[in-house]
């Protein structure tokens, strides 16, 4: 099978099972895992940042965010389609914080919009946030200089800036900046060990020394803390020391992918053009619909997401080499050739 869901699926690579495997460990409840602590600086200098919190997952890395940074009652400005507007909404209630989702362009928030919403007589905002790569906007990079304007702006109405960075590692890389450049103007940020990386778990929160102390108190409360957390930090370790660099060949077979599905040249999807390594296929009104290529595509090897009714994600990971892109665009071929067939390709 052609797994093309998510780098999330990726498998620890032998270098990192031989690291969890020497690992010096600890009790990070109690005086602290040296692995983690390893972890937790190597991740700290490689972002610029003054301070590093390991997580579990970087869903729970935007959950401590927000309780550390709003108080109950404020509001948190988040891109619409982000990952914490949408799939991590949940946190709004815990917080007892207004979500307020901030139209965006390619995954950008409008800086109208923002700062309309920021001057608004409304409840304090406490939080403004930000994604990069943006998963729902096909893996799109947010420009430096807009991230640098929507943190002044935050700034200058006393709201901190926090950016998902969960897949920030594909974003630096498609800059061709290091990690901290990206990482500058966030106030906070948060970084996934575990998709394109390939660290079986965990994600870190990096910011200045205070808030991270605060959230690493909120980490317990919510059952974060973990004992001998080394031994899967020590992946986590060697992500970061060796795997950011090959996210290029990512990209570079995302491209390949899309312009070879592009060449398929059928009526029934388009394309986008990556700008790290998630795809969107746009599916054409009229035509069959998500699951409906999505089951078809399963039965000739490859997994794909369905994005609701009308749009498929491909997501490249270092899983995949360059056969898997020809497989990958046959099985389109094969299915587009079966629509050409039928009068109603609504209905086949
Ligand atoms: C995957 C993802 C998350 C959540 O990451 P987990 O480690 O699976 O909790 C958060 N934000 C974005 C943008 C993501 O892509």
Same mark, same amino acid.
């Given at each position: 099978?052609?797994?093309?869901? !998510?780098?999330?699926?990726?498998?620890?690579?032998?270098?990192?099972?031989?690291?969890?495997?020497?690992?010096?460990?600890?009790?990070?409840?109690?005086?602290?895992?040296?692995?983690?602590?390893?972890?937790?600086?190597?991740?700290?200098?490689?972002?610029?940042?003054?301070?590093?919190?390991?997580?579990?997952?970087?869903?729970?890395?935007?959950? $401590?965010?927000?309780?550390?940074?709003?108080?109950?009652?404020?509001?948190?400005?988040?891109?619409?389609?982000?990952?914490?507007?949408?799939?991590?909404?949940?946190?709004?209630?815990?917080?007892?914080?207004?979500?307020?989702?901030?139209?965006?362009?390619?995954?950008?928030?409008?800086?109208?919009?923002?700062?309309?919403?920021?001057?608004?007589?409304?409840?304090?905002?406490?939080?403004?946030?930000?994604?990069?790569?943006?998963?729902?906007?096909?893996?799109?990079?947010?420009?430096?200089?807009?991230?640098?304007?929507?943190?002044?702006?935050?700034? !200058?109405?006393?709201?901190?800036?926090?950016?998902?960075?969960?897949?920030?590692?594909?974003?630096?890389?498609? $800059?061709?900046?290091?990690?901290?450049?990206?990482?500058?103007?966030?106030?906070?940020?948060?970084?996934?060990? *575990?998709?394109?990386?390939?660290?079986?778990?965990?994600?870190?929160?990096? !910011?200045?020394?205070?808030?991270?102390?605060?959230?690493?108190?909120?980490?317990?409360?919510?059952?974060?803390?973990?004992?001998?957390?080394?031994?899967?930090?020590?992946?986590?370790?060697?992500?970061?020391?060796?795997?950011?660099?090959?996210?290029?060949?990512?990209?570079?077979?995302?491209?390949?992918?899309?312009?070879?599905?592009?060449?398929?040249?059928? *009526?029934?999807?388009?394309? *986008?053009?990556?700008?790290?390594?998630?795809?969107?296929?746009?599916? *054409?009104?009229?035509?069959?619909?998500?699951?409906?290529?999505?089951?078809?595509?399963?039965?000739?090897?490859?997994?794909?997401?369905?994005?609701?009714?009308?749009?498929?994600?491909?997501?490249?990971?270092?899983?995949?080499?360059?056969?898997?892109?020809?497989?990958?665009?046959?099985?389109?071929?094969?299915?587009?050739?079966?629509?050409?067939?039928?009068?109603?390709?609504?209905?086949?």
């Amino acid at each position: 099978m052609i797994d093309l869901r !998510s780098d999330t699926v990726t498998l620890p690579t032998e270098a990192m099972l031989e690291r969890m495997r020497r690992a010096p460990l600890g009790d990070d409840g109690l005086d602290g895992d040296p692995t983690v602590g390893e972890l937790e600086a190597a991740a700290a200098a490689l972002l610029g940042k003054e301070a590093c919190l390991y997580v579990p997952t970087a869903t729970m890395g935007n959950l $401590l965010a927000i309780l550390t940074a709003c108080q109950p009652g404020s509001r948190a400005l988040l891109p619409a389609t982000s990952h914490m507007a949408t799939s991590e909404a949940g946190a709004a209630d815990l917080a007892r914080v207004v979500f307020e989702p901030i139209a965006e362009d390619g995954g950008a928030i409008q800086v109208d919009v923002l700062e309309r919403s920021l001057a608004r007589p409304a409840a304090r905002v406490a939080l403004v946030g930000m994604e990069t790569s943006h998963a729902a906007a096909g893996g799109t990079v947010l420009p430096l200089g807009h991230m640098a304007e929507v943190a002044s702006l935050a700034s !200058s109405h006393e709201a901190r800036t926090h950016v998902d960075g969960a897949r920030l590692w594909n974003a630096a890389i498609a $800059l061709g900046v290091p990690p901290a450049m990206v990482a500058a103007s966030a106030d906070s940020a948060v970084l996934c060990l *575990s998709k394109g990386l390939s660290a079986p778990v965990g994600a870190v929160v990096v !910011s200045d020394d205070r808030f991270v102390r605060a959230a690493r108190r909120i980490r317990k409360t919510v059952g974060g803390t973990q004992r001998q957390a080394g031994v899967v930090a020590a992946a986590g370790l060697v992500a970061i020391e060796s795997m950011i660099e090959r996210l290029a060949d990512d990209h570079a077979r995302a491209r390949l992918l899309a312009d070879s599905l592009t060449r398929v040249e059928s *009526s029934a999807f388009a394309v *986008s053009s990556p700008a790290t390594n998630i795809i969107l296929v746009d599916l *054409s009104d009229g035509a069959p619909d998500s699951n409906w290529w999505a089951t078809r595509l399963c039965k000739l090897g490859v997994a794909v997401r369905p994005r609701g009714p009308r749009q498929l994600r491909l997501v490249v990971h270092r899983h995949h080499d360059d056969a898997d892109v020809e497989a990958a665009v046959a099985a389109f071929q094969t299915i587009v050739g079966t629509l050409d067939g039928t009068t109603n390709a609504s209905s086949p």
